[in-house]
């Protein structure tokens, strides 16, 4: 892509830069993809060069990462991301749908650059633990060398949390403590009608317990979401031995379709997953079950555009593990029941204003 704009620069200069550009530039997106911002650095003459550091790992939808250039211009209108995940540094936050999106409030704890819609359609709102300054530093008087982090809980959410849930609140256990509120049933179905027009409020807990229970469940299922491919696995059944050369194209649930059997996965020929408990298909995210999300995401596509092909295969033949997809599902099973139990431990939704 950066051979393709650089050579287009060229030959536009050499033809007299003429206007507009977008009646002379090459739009073959097997080639390159033209968003507004690229155009406009085009105009303005600016060159792209490669740079290794700009690799890096991205959570493009629900337990799907995939490898991402991330570099002004090549990704376009980065918002606030680059303080969120500066070049070396590492971050966590959750991800939000957002206020007309058209899905289910839902959020996920992710330590990856997370896709602008990441649900699937629309977009969504990260709220990351930690913020860097990102801002070169010049001269004599520059202090620091990189990235600076910040803290994202401000002193004054800290200095209120602590007014009412005791001065050991941590910065820490409000982040977490949102992140279990979030999950909560009782206050999805109670602020239904507002999530789907605005960001979540967080409402004032009128008992400091019920803050350390929301706590300890939002650190429980942030460590459960962000490390999910560490997560145990399931113990399914498998029709057999998973063969060296496992070849997943496209996988599918047992059953015909509008009877579907999702206590079973056919995963390639040959290969079965049996005993997937139906409470595994309970955690959703958006629209979909986490492992709907798995069976969407990993299979052999291609992109119509550029003729770019998706191959969930790459990352076993890569890393020497055939199995991977298989255990990924063992283990999005564990995360999905897990999840499920956390969530139903969660107190009652007991607030501050609350009518009685």
Do not use: C
Request: glycine share 8%.
């Amino acid at each position: 892509m950066i051979d393709a704009y650089n050579a287009e620069l060229d030959r536009w200069a050499a033809a007299g830069s003429p206007q507009p550009i977008e009646d002379f530039i090459d739009t073959d997106p097997e080639r390159i993809s033209w968003a507004r911002s690229l155009r406009n650095a085009f105009k303005k003459d600016q060159r792209l060069a490669y740079s290794g550091e700009a690799m890096t790992v991205g959570m493009y939808r629900p337990f799907n990462k995939q490898r991402v250039y991330f570099a002004p211009l090549m990704n376009h209108e980065r918002g606030q991301q680059p303080k969120f995940f500066p070049t070396g540094e590492s971050n966590h936050g959750f991800y939000l749908t957002a206020p007309g999106a058209g899905h289910a409030a839902s959020a996920l704890a992710v330590d990856a650059v997370p896709d602008l819609a990441l649900w699937g359609s629309g977009s969504g709102q990260f709220f990351p633990r930690y913020v860097y300054d990102v801002e070169q530093q010049d001269g004599a008087f520059a202090m620091f060398d990189g990235p600076q982090r910040r803290d994202n809980i401000t002193d004054t959410a800290l200095a209120r949390y602590r007014e009412l849930y005791g001065q050991e609140v941590t910065a820490d256990d409000v982040f977490f403590a949102v992140y279990g509120l979030l999950h909560s049933e009782d206050y999805r179905r109670e602020f239904d009608a507002d999530l789907k027009k605005m960001l979540p409020r967080i409402p004032e807990l009128t008992d400091p317990a019920d803050f350390r229970a929301f706590t300890t469940a939002g650190r429980a299922l942030s460590e459960l979401h962000i490390g999910y491919e560490s997560a145990d696995s399931y113990p399914v059944e498998l029709s057999g031995p998973i063969p060296v050369d496992l070849r997943v194209t496209k996988m599918r649930y047992g059953g015909k379709a509008g009877n579907w059997d999702r206590t079973v996965i056919h995963v390639a020929p040959g290969v079965t997953i049996s005993g997937v408990p139906a409470a595994a298909h309970e955690y959703k995210l958006g629209s979909r079950s986490a492992l709907d999300w798995i069976l969407e995401r990993y299979q052999v596509k291609t992109d119509k555009a550029s003729g770019i092909v998706n191959d969930p295969n790459d990352w076993g033949v890569e890393h020497g593990n055939f199995a991977y997809v298989v255990e990924l599902i063992q283990r999005i099973v564990t995360v999905s029941i897990e999840t499920v139990r956390i969530v139903q431990s969660l107190p009652a939704l007991r607030y501050q204003g609350a009518a009685a």
